[in-house]
């Protein structure tokens, strides 16, 4: 069974630097932190047992700490790509510090005396030092590679939860773009029917305006279309699809619609739901001043918000909210797509207007809405 190492066998780790990268990677800051202070400990603990001075067995612990520390970052890094299957990725690792403890003690041993190895043989109290000293060795060793061993255990936890992370919003993402994918395409025809079946009634009506009208709905559909899927749709150009259809309409009925669009400059470039504008002004038309005798007049408006946002207002003079039908899949559809680009805090409302007609007003939300959403 391969080795499970964390750089090599991790398929988030697609990228992985090179082993003596790795190696240098491993010596990090918190590590060699961490074998100073058991070097620390090991030199109070062992104080009483010694003769020597206090500075003298602090610098045999802290050299035995940073020996260990380097021989277990080696062999971290340059184990055998295949251990057998009972054996867990970090036991040789830890075997290694556990054989390196007492030789690197030796070392020490025999450096101290001069390379003399009868002296260290044949002296009692020097064996009885080593013996101290290559058991607490052994202990730094082994808490030293156990938690170098946890730590890199976290660090590819939280490696994974990260990419878990990222790949869920990715897909949020995704969902999010598909949504609304979809819910343009069903209130694209939902708009185009609706304005054909008014050309048709031109039609069967004998009127002398249904050429003209279907002049301008052909110029408005060449206008609109391209803007239809646009990356990133703005309120600039949805307003000039608002005052295109509004004028197609005005041609209709010139007699019983007037209207009236206008945005603040600072709010040309705020991000906004293809078509939500006109879905509103197309119900103004629909159940408000179609309906109405005498017709009436629609406004389209928009102003920034004190503590940010802006708020944006399609206001009509017509039947009024009493007479108008009920809210269809437009003004849900629109609910949806404002939610999905400015989040929960966007609203849509609708109100009715003294004497009469109706006000419908959207409430975006400061800031800017991700770039990846449309």
Known sequence: MPAVDPFEHDPLQADRPPRFARFLAALSGTSVAVAVALGVVAAILLNPVFALPFTVVLGRTLFLAMVLL???AAARQWQPRRLPEWMPDWLLPVVVVGLTAPLAVALVYVLA?????????FSPQRVRGYLWLSAITLIMGLVLALVAVARERLAQVRARELKVELERSRLDKQSVDARLS???AQIEPHFLFNTLANVQALVEAGSPRAGPVLQSLIAYLRAAMPRLHAGQPTLESEI??????LQLMQMRMPDRLQFEVGLPTALLGLRFPPMGLLTLVENAVRHGIDPSEEGGRIEVGGEPLPGGGARLWVSDSGVGMTETATPGLGLANLRDRLAALHGQAARLTLSEVVPRGVRAEI?????RPDEGST
Do not use: S
């Open 70 to 72: 380097l021989v277990f």
């Open 182 to 184: 979809l819910l343009q």
């Open 240 to 245: 000039a699809l608002v005052r295109a259809y």
């Open 363 to 367: 409430d975006l939300p400061a800031g």
């Open 113 to 121: 005396v001069g390379g003399n190895v009868l002296d260290f043989v």
